[in-house]
């Protein structure tokens, strides 16, 4: 990229992160210092910021960069993504969001462990949301240094690993500094930002078809180099029974891993109301329909335009799609138009990476603190407090996630967060639902139900071609396969039910059946809710 590439969108990722490092100090100065306010903002939001910080949280650089880069190497295929995350939301808001925010304070444990035994309940489910966390940060730090590695040559790993490195550090100022409050503008400011620059784009894209989609489509499948199949399923996953059988995976996994996501679940604690939470996710589902949509239109946009020869010659994961369409929508290479426009996209995407990493460092740092802390160190919980722990642990998060991005960096980012979704379906939503909805379920159920769906889901994720046996593996020298598809989910998420039924149907703890009365109660009027 010229010079005036990087000097332009190194300055608006200047701004951006000023402008946020300033929000956070503001916000820093002006905190009253509670576990309410650093986990829950104090429950201060309106329903409509409380959609766009949603909507913030869950638009991602698996939105933004990988889906686009899928379809503009896959087609049909790459929709997949686009359609299940979009869906995903019908999940949350039938069963979830108004009753999580009446049963629970912060975290997720606090809706599992309001009818069961608190301690085995808050560390398994606090395992497994810092579990989830970090695979969905990887994604993004991953997406970061492709952003970068782009605009400073393409080729250079030093630039992307300092990329990763810097990312992982303002992600922990964030957090320590600003909590919930900070985060939550953040997220909002980031959310306008996509939603201007992804309208744009895409009526850009659509302009230079004459408003035609038919013919965008044509354009796409003839350069592609697959023709009228690129239109058509199975170009990436219709070539054996374990592909097929992958799509499947992953659709399932997209669908049902919203629900468990940890830093979403914790968005619906920053209202003051169960109603203010479901017109929340009525306002994110709007803003996040859209987005969707639009990436449609960028993905296939891509691949008429730049074509996928040259996306795979920037980024063999496609994670480089968006900021070179918006290269060749300004101009082309060398144009004022290309320079402005690619400096503003790469920005717009910097600012998303910057602004998701920050929300999901916050709800696995809360786990951390409010539900492995103050159940394992409940003697020495005095000495300490659960904020300045979560404020230790986001710094602890923050390495664990910086070595893994450094280590999986050649690898998709929408792909990535379909790992962390097939975790969350499989740890996180089989205990959910069975606490919401199943008056018999007991603790033993709860511990079995998370770990019988986080430690099989790691396990296959560890023994597929993801992690070894295969050249675009994170080990392709080593060859530990047994499990043929890249996503757990068909799997996991079956086991993680199986679990939980089996360990409550063969529990000698009779059901509370008080406890959950009271919880059911709770759940759907409100009453008694923090």
């Known amino acids: 990229m010229s010079e005036n590439h990087q000097t332009l969108a190194l300055l608006l990722f200047s701004a951006f992160i000023a402008v946020t490092l300033g929000i956070t100090t503001w916000v820093s100065r002006n905190r009253r210092g509670s576990a309410e306010e650093f986990y829950a903002g104090g429950r201060l939001f309106s329903p409509l910021e409380n959609g766009f910080a949603i909507a913030g949280d869950y638009m991602s650089a698996a939105s933004f960069l990988g889906i686009s880069g899928l379809i503009a190497l896959f087609g049909y295929d790459g929709m997949l993504y686009s359609v299940g995350f979009l869906v995903a939301w019908l999940v949350v808001l039938l069963l979830v969001a108004e009753l999580v925010r009446n049963c629970g304070r912060f975290t997720l444990a606090d809706v599992v462990a309001s009818r069961m035994a608190e301690r085995p309940v808050r560390i398994a489910a606090g395992a497994s949301s810092v579990t989830v966390s970090v695979l969905y940060l990887v994604a993004q730090m991953v997406g970061a240094g492709s952003l970068v590695a782009l605009l400073l040559g393409g080729t250079s790993d030093a630039a992307r690993s300092w990329t990763v490195i810097g990312v992982g550090a303002l992600m922990v100022v964030y957090v320590t500094l600003g909590g919930m409050r900070a985060t939550t503008w953040i997220q909002i400011v980031k959310a306008v930002l996509l939603m201007a620059g992804t309208i744009a784009l895409t009526v850009l894209v659509l302009v230079r078809f004459h408003g035609d989609v038919d013919q965008l489509l044509t354009a796409a499948a003839e350069r592609s180099g697959h ?17 097929r059988l992958d799509f499947v995976s992953l659709g399932i996994a997209l669908v049902l891993g919203t629900a468990g996501l940890p830093h979403i679940l914790s968005r619906f604690y920053t209202v003051p109301t169960a109603r203010a939470a479901r017109r929340s996710v009525v306002w994110a589902i709007g803003l996040i329909g859209s987005f969707y949509l639009m990436t449609i239109v960028l993905g296939f946009g891509a691949a008429a335009l730049v074509g996928p020869d040259a996306v795979r010659a920037s980024n063999a994961a496609g994670n480089t799609a968006v900021p070179l369409l918006a290269l060749d929508l300004g101009g082309g290479a060398g144009s004022t138009g290309g320079t402005v426009l690619f400096a503003v996209v790469a920005a717009v995407a910097f600012a998303t990476i910057l602004a998701v990493v920050a929300g999901i460092t916050l709800a696995s740092s809360a786990s951390v603190a409010h539900d492995l ?20 642990a986001a710094a602890g998060i923050g390495v664990a996630a910086i070595g893994l991005g450094l280590l999986a960096r050649d690898l998709n980012v929408a792909f990535l967060v379909g790992l962390a979704f097939a975790v969350a379906a499989s740890a996180n939503l089989p205990v959910l639902l069975y606490s919401l909805f199943w008056r018999r379920f007991t603790t033993r159920g709860a511990v079995w139900s998370v770990y019988g769906g986080l430690i099989p889901a790691v396990l296959l994720v560890v023994v597929s071609p993801v992690v070894s046996g295969s050249p675009e593996s994170l080990f392709p020298g080593a060859d530990l396969q047994l499990f043929p598809l890249q996503n757990p989910g068909v799997v996991s998420i079956p086991l993680g039910f199986l679990a939980g039924w089996l360990g409550t149907v ?13 919880t059911e109660v709770r759940a759907l009027t409100g009453a008694g809710a923090v």
């Not at 394992?376 to 979560?390: F, N, P």
């Open 227 to 243: 023709g009228r199949d690129f239109l058509a399923p199975g170009l990436r996953y219709g070539g054996d029974w374990a592909a």
């Open 506 to 518: 063969t529990s000698s703890e009779p059901p509370d059946e008080a406890r959950h009365a009271e």
């Open 373 to 392: 802390y103050a159940s394992l160190c409940r003697r020495h919980a005095r000495q300490v407090s659960e904020v300045t722990v979560a404020r230790c």
